[in-house]
Every structure is written in C-alpha cells, then in structure tokens.
C-alpha cells in the first residue's frame, strides 16, 4: 500500500486538505453565518410544507404544565370535597351526596354536571376534588343509576398529572431544533402561536451551455439534457432550501450577466454548474472573473477540481465544475454545510466542513482493492452493508468516472482516500461521507435494490 503506516484502521479523514479547499469551507461558512436571519413561523391553519425544516432562533421554556389539569370545582364555583372522599363515585346524585360528605343531594348532582360540562367542553374527563382514579367504562356493568364496578382500579388509574410531561420552566425546545410534525404539535400544544424560526434559505440553481436543452426534449446534433440543475436543485430542496431553477442560459455573456445579476437581487444563494475550466466558452468564469468578489481554484480533490466560490453584494456564489458526479460531490462538501449555517444549524451533524461534512462521517472497511488518483484526495462512490459482525464494509457502486451518475444514484457514501494514496488493499478501514437518503430508503438504502 503506497501510503503513510497509519492508514489502516483510521477513523476520521487525517491529511489536512490544500489550502484552496480551505479557503472555500472558511469563506463559505462565514458567509453563511453572516446570512443567517429570523422569522416567526404562524402555526395555524395556514402552516405548509415550506414550513417545516426550520430551525428554532432560541431555546422555548414551558409557561404553563402539559398536560393542563382544570379544577371543575374552581371553574364552576362549587364548593371543594373533603380529601379524604372516596375515590369510586356513583352517578347517582343520593349516593353521590352520601359518598362525598355534602350536605344535599342537589349540590352532589351540581358537581356532577359541572364535571360533565367541563368534560364536552375540554374533551377530557375533569376530576371532582378527592377522586384519584378512573375506570374505564369496560370494567363496569354499564348502569346509569348505579354503577358495579367488577375490577378492582389501581389508585391513580388513568390520570394524567398535571406538568408530567413539561412543567413551567422546564425545556420544551432548544435553540436549533428543526421543526418537525412532533415539534410542531408540541408548540401548539403549549399555546405557542408564533415560534422565531430561522427562514429557509433561498436559492437560486442555473446550469450554462447552449448545448443544454430541458429533460423530456427530443436531442439534436451536439445538444445534451440539463441533468446537473435539476439534481443541484433537488439536493438543495434536501438541504432545507426553497429552490429556483433557471433552465436555458446560453454561452452567451451578456445573457448570463444579465440573469445573474437579477438573481442576486432575489436569492440568499447563488449555485452554478459548468463554466468554470479554462475553455473559451466557459462563460461563468468569464463573465465573473472580472470581479474581485469571486476567486477560481483548483483543488486537489477527485471528482470535482474546478471550483469557484466568493460573495457579490452579500449573497454567496458557489460555481460548480459541470460534470454532473463532480457537481453533486463538490455540493456536499462545500454547499450543504453553509446551506446548513444559514438555517441556524451546525455546519454537520459532528462539527464542520471538509473534514467533518455536512451528512456525517462513519468508518467502513473496504472489500476490495481500488485505485486512487496521486496527489488528490479522492472520493469514490461506495456502497455499504454490514457483514455478520455489525461492521460496515464498502463495496464500489459501479462507474467512477466523473460523468457516470448511475455509479452516484446508487451509492450509499463517499469513501475518503487521502492525498497521498495510490492503491487501497481490501480490508483497509477508511472514512466514507454518507449521503443523504431519500425518504423511502431504509438504513443505507435497502429499499433501493
């Protein structure tokens, strides 16, 4: 193996990434921090799917106890029944009276029915004072003057105390929680109408090439379909964003110059694909490289070396290399984890960036031998399973060239091969970036088959 010794059994990527690499994470989480901006979230009627995903501003306290016990004797005025009352009760308002020690049978049959009326009006049973306990009507003989009871209740049977599940001043949610239905329906049930949430960023997604026409058109000589917006925008949506894709962009520069300029004026974001190598018809890098605000870099990476990144009047520009594996892999690496600062979310699940993205990082064992490119760190799309002993092994997902998207649909992770690496032997254990699942995939994607 033509690496450092302590290769094997890694368990985190170890080489320090080039400078330039470096540069873009710095800049863009910057940038993305400095984005980052809040909202109230109106939880009501008119709540969308463009509202979940968002992330709280501040850490919300309970005001008040859930579940909230009422007091039908103090909401209806009547008089308390001594604590020592026994804790089955007849709805006969005689006995009711005898049981719990009142004068008349007419204040027993008021307490009754002001329990009764605040149970249609709450949709809960409400307790007199001095009961602890009750029965379900299945354990009963179903009477309506009296009631045999042939099962002996458990004291404190199916009552819910009032703040066990949250008390005043404990926590309901942190700072950064994504909102969720669970989440959702835990503010509103602790009468939070209006939350602080940190708005989903917008972003703008455009692929350039006049040789591009929009997925479903019939080819003509020298034309291609537009795959890298439509899968540039997908992944965003995934990342949390509101998304616009803008098809049809020609290597025309004025054209491109015009659409992003009017972009800028109404997005948080700004992703390019293609455009960006040394060809005469790259238009991004010729139209942009006029401005000082964007750098070009070349990094020492595999898929994905040309890169370009800077801020133009506040808002972040990542431009993206236009081959589609290259595009996808490098917006996991440098866009995800800003998309995900400018959400009020940490850059990654485990802390940040190049080193540590934005999906998380696990440690697999390669299955075979594979070969990597000198002097690059490369990211091979792998897929993973778990042998017999729970460990994760990495199995290569097909075509790992840079236009070999079957490769990428299919894998479950991005294995990580340092710099230095030639030659990976089988068995060797290395990190993989995993990669985002869609919702009907299982654990690493069983469903995908």
């Known amino acids: 193996m033509k690496s450092t010794p302590t290769l094997p059994g890694m368990t985190r990527i170890a080489s320090t990434p080039s400078p330039a690499a470096q540069r873009i994470c710095v800049r863009s989480n910057s940038a993305a921090r400095a984005r980052v901006d809040s909202s109230a979230l109106a939880i009501g009627p008119g709540l969308g799917r463009s509202d979940e995903a968002r992330a709280l501003v501040r850490t919300l306290l309970g005001t008040s106890s859930l579940p909230v016990v009422v007091d039908a004797d103090g909401l209806f005025g009547l008089e308390p029944a001594p ?49 602890d306990t009750i029965v379900q009507l299945e354990w009963t003989d179903g009477g309506i003057e009296t009631v045999r009871i042939n099962q002996a209740p458990r004291r404190g049977l199916h009552i819910r105390r009032a703040g066990e599940d949250i008390a005043p001043g404990n926590l309901v949610l942190a ?127 595999q898929p994905g070396k040309p890169q370009g990144f800077g801020v133009v009047g506040g808002v972040p520009v990542f431009t993206l290399p236009g081959n589609p594996v290259s595009a996808l892999v490098s917006f996991e690496l440098f866009v995800r984890p800003a998309l995900r600062r400018m959400r009020g979310l940490p850059a990654s699940p485990e802390g940040a960036s190049w080193q540590r993205p934005a999906t998380g990082t696990v440690t697999v064992r390669v299955s075979e031998t594979m070969q990597s490119a000198a002097g690059r760190r490369t990211f091979p799309r792998v897929r993973l399973e778990r042998d017999d002993t729970g460990e994760l092994v990495a199995t290569s997902a097909g075509g790992q060239g840079a236009h070999q998207m079957s490769g990428l649909a299919s894998a479950h992770a991005l294995l990580v091969v340092p710099e230095e690496v030639t030659e990976v032997p089988a068995g060797t254990k290395l990190p993989a970036v995993l990669l985002p699942e869609p919702e009907w995939a299982g654990p690493f994607g069983e469903a995908r088959g």
Do not use: C, Y
């Open 175 to 301: 700072a950064g929680t994504v909102l969720g239905a669970a989440q959702i329906g835990l503010l509103a049930a602790v009468n939070v109408a209006r939350p602080a949430v940190h708005p989903r960023p917008r972003v703008a997604v455009l692929s350039t090439g006049s040789e591009l026409v929009e997925v479903g058109t019939p080819l003509g000589p020298g034309q291609i379909v537009d795959s890298n917006s439509h899968a540039i925008a997908a992944a965003a949506h995934e990342a949390g964003a509101l998304v616009r894709r803008v098809d049809g962009v020609s290597d025309d520069p004025d054209e491109f110059g015009a659409t992003f300029d009017e972009l800028l004026r109404s997005t948080d974001v700004v992703i390019t694909t293609g455009g960006i190598s040394v060809g005469a018809r790259d238009v991004v890098k010729q139209v942009l490289s006029k401005s000082d605000e964007i750098r070009f870099e070349r990094i020492a990476m």
């Open 83 to 131: 604590r020592d009352a026994p804790t089955i009760l007849t709805p006969h308002a005689g006995e009711l009276a005898r049981l719990l020690e009142v004068e008349s049978a007419w204040v027993a049959a008021h307490r009754l029915e002001a329990a009764a009326r605040a149970a249609e009006r709450f949709g809960a049973v409400v307790l007199l004072k001095g009961a």
